[in-house]
């Protein structure tokens, strides 16, 4: 292997492992939520606090520390991000209430989104253009990785511990992947681009403005929002009657994450060979057929919905998110994946709120019904992202015709030969010179000179 495919191998596994760390440390409530809440009495809304304010709070940091990078550089914010993420995470399991956990996992939500906001700028810097895609996919079936071990180990862990030993387990586990991240992570080529405030802000106004962009924006939010109402609502019921399973029973139905990591990296390849829009349109298809199949009360056919659901989530978010790395210049492009995790985190403290409270009155099959709903809206905003980009090339290669004909045609009036400022043509008449002796006529035939 040449120095340079090994960098690019250090490159795309560092930011898998960070990516891997944070979002260990992200959801690792989310499959202890029903003991949160038995043990502080809270309803199901109040209990996801711990799992929807970590993602607000993600949400207000993506854009202020995605402006930081542009001044200090893009591997130093994500390295702050793992280890202040990593501090706060070993400090949570030692909140002796629940407005103080919120208060560290708000802290926490900020400091992780150091990472997201950084990552997908640094990868579409560094890796070259043909495998963005790929690197891409990898980076969020790591995201899928990660959820899937911070919900597994702190709902195991919680078993034997209370939902203390669940969050300590997690931090353990994201400290050994957080360091792998720091060490494989190699320094940035591209430098510090350097914070310049009308640059950033016209960044960002470039970002709004294309109309392309709003769909992966758009897609973002609604399917984020779903994916963690419905992750969030799944732990109650099947710890509620009819199943009354067992939390640490409960959080083995999160495997289901695995789907994720293989999906993204698939959905990221062929988006690369095949396009985006008919993979996003395709994966978009998945996560609705994954919801239909939850509705039974059954428990293996709950564990396929919810499988072909995540993988379905995690194809949508790698093909969305390379969109916006592909499509956006790169003077913004660091501006429109900040925006884009601003979508997708709002969505998900949204969709995490709305799901708990839907879920009181209405049970899961009105979970359901919503997010059937946000998933079509989905679909339909990838659909006039889609005819966006194909209006917006038909206008381009119009121009570019309209200016090879243009050019064509001052090339052509300039190659034509001249004398002074008269144009001569090339294809002179011909001109015939008699002299007339009797009978006798002589011709002569020549070009004619400029009059």
Request: aromatic share 6%; glycine share 14%; with cysteine.
């Amino acid at each position: 292997m040449t120095s340079e495919r090994w960098r690019q191998a250090r490159l795309t596994l560092g930011v898998a492992a960070g990516g891997f760390t944070v979002f260990t440390l992200l959801y690792a409530p989310q499959s202890v939520l029903p003991v949160l809440a038995t043990g502080f009495r809270l309803t199901e809304a109040e209990a996801a606090l711990s799992v929807t304010l970590a993602t607000l709070a993600l949400a207000v940091g993506v854009l202020p520390l995605a402006m930081l990078s542009e001044a200090v550089g893009r591997r130093p914010v994500m390295i702050g991000a793992l280890v202040t993420a990593i501090a706060i995470g070993l400090l949570c399991p030692l909140a002796g209430d629940f407005g103080t956990l919120l208060i560290l996992r708000a802290a926490q939500g900020l400091a992780v989104a150091g990472l997201p906001a950084v990552a997908m700028a640094y990868l579409a810097e560094e890796i070259e253009p043909g495998r963005v895609g790929a690197a891409m996919g990898r980076y969020v079936g790591a995201n899928s990785l990660g959820g899937l071990s911070g919900r597994l180990i702190s709902g195991l862990a919680t078993g034997w511990g209370g939902w203390q030993s669940g969050l300590t387990a997690a931090a353990a586990l994201a400290t050994v992947s957080g360091l792998c991240a720091i060490v494989l992570m190699p320094r940035s080529r591209a430098g510090r681009p350097g914070l310049r405030l009308p640059a950033v802000l016209a960044g960002v106004r470039t970002a709004l403005r294309d109309p392309v962009l709003f769909g992966p924006y758009a897609v973002a939010m609604l399917m984020t929002g779903v994916f963690v109402a419905v992750h969030n609502v799944v732990t109650f019921r099947l710890t509620d009657a009819p199943f009354s399973l067992a939390p640490a029973v409960v959080s083995l139905v999160f495997l289901c994450y695995a789907a994720g990591s293989g999906g993204s990296a698939l959905a990221g390849k062929l988006a690369d060979r095949r396009g985006r829009l008919p993979v996003l349109l395709c994966a978009i298809g998945f996560v609705l057929t994954g919801l239909l199949l939850t509705l039974p009360d059954n428990v293996p056919l709950i564990v396929v919905g919810l499988t072909v659901f995540t993988g379905g989530f995690f194809a949508v978010h790698a093909v969305s998110s390379g969109w916006v790395g592909a499509r956006a210049p790169a003077a913004a492009r660091g501006q429109a994946s900040a925006i884009y995790l601003l979508f997708y985190y709002l969505g998900s403290s949204v969709g995490g709120t709305l799901g708990g409270l839907v879920y009181a009155p209405f049970g899961w099959s009105g979970v359901v019904i919503m997010s059937c709903c946000w998933v079509l809206a989905a679909g339909g905003a990838a659909l006039a992202a889609g005819l966006a980009w194909r209006s917006d090339r038909g206008l381009r290669l119009a121009q570019k015709s309209r200016d090879k004909v243009i050019a064509g045609l001052v090339a052509e009036k300039l190659n034509e030969p001249r004398l002074g400022r008269v144009t001569v043509p090339e294809d002179s008449a011909t001109v015939t010179e008699g002299t007339v002796a009797g009978t006798s006529t002589t011709s002569a035939v020549g070009k004619t000179s400029p009059p």
